[in-house]
């Protein structure tokens, strides 16, 4: 009888656990049909699920108040500055550097005075190194210094005029001071030639000298303006063509500051 119960009491809880068993399978299928039945419905009418949202990184994010770490911003650091280089830069046209010139318009002995304005333009480029400091047609600006019409000439002179330039300017509006000049005196007799004597200083100093002067028929000069104007023919008038070709010398260095 003991058996008997005992197997029996074994085969009711045996079927009692297959029934929960067979219970919970049935009611978990069921779910899940109901979960793929609503998905799908969903999928039909053109919505997607949506992804999870990732994860917050740990250290990263911008900075809210929702717990997430706020991004260290570093140091500035001391950068090394390249300074720029200069945009100009200065050349100096050496003393004796030669300026073709040719004269603008006439001037004579016989009518010029003395501050008269003289231009002329600049024949053929200034160069330094490879730089053309100032280009041909730069213009010169200049004045009569001194001036012996050939009636008041010494003897039996001509007349002379002497010229002085102390500006120079480019095209481009580039603009220096020169010291630069000549002295031009008349045809004289005995074969003597008209002559171009260099020099500003010499010519405005000594023309007075050699025309204003008469020490027993000789001139209280030497060199080449009075051996130039020595035996002339009074009457003859020192005349500068328009466009006269003549050649000068810088008496001093100029410094020309240009674009790099």
């Not at 074994?10 to 009611?27: D, P």
């Not at 053309?132 to 000439?153: E, I, M, N």
């Not at 003549?246 to 260095?253: C, K, M, S, V, Y």
């Amino acid at each position: 009888p003991h058996m008997t119960r005992f197997v029996w009491m074994g085969s009711f809880v045996l079927a009692l656990f297959l029934g929960l068993v067979a219970l919970g399978c049935s009611g978990g299928g069921q779910q899940n049909a109901e979960m793929d039945d609503q998905d799908a419905m969903g999928m039909e009418d053109g919505d997607l699920p949506e992804p999870p949202a990732p994860a917050a990184r740990s250290g990263s994010g911008s900075g809210t108040s929702q717990g997430t770490a706020t991004r260290q911003v570093p140091e500035d650091r001391k950068k090394s500055v390249t300074p720029a280089p200069p945009s100009t830069v200065t050349l100096t046209v050496p003393e004796g550097t030669n300026l073709s010139i040719a004269i603008d318009g006439e001037v004579t002995s016989a009518t010029a005075a003395v501050g008269d304005p003289v231009g002329a333009t600049l024949r053929q480029p200034v160069v330094v190194g490879s730089r053309v400091v100032f280009p041909a047609d730069s213009r010169l600006r200049g004045r009569v210094t001194d001036v012996k019409p050939a009636s008041k000439g010494f003897k039996d002179t001509g007349g002379a005029v002497a010229v002085s330039f102390d500006r120079i300017t480019s095209p481009s509006g580039n603009s220096a001071t020169i010291v630069a000049g000549f002295t031009k005196v008349a045809t004289g007799s005995g074969g003597k030639k008209a002559a171009i004597i260099g020099g500003s200083a010499a010519g405005g100093a000594l023309l007075g000298k050699v025309l204003g002067k008469d020490t027993k028929g000789s001139a209280v000069v030497g060199g080449a303006i009075g051996t130039a104007v020595a035996g002339g023919t009074k009457g003859k008038e020192a005349i500068l063509e328009p466009g006269e070709q003549i050649d000068i010398g810088l008496e001093q260095a100029v410094r020309v500051t240009l674009a790099r």
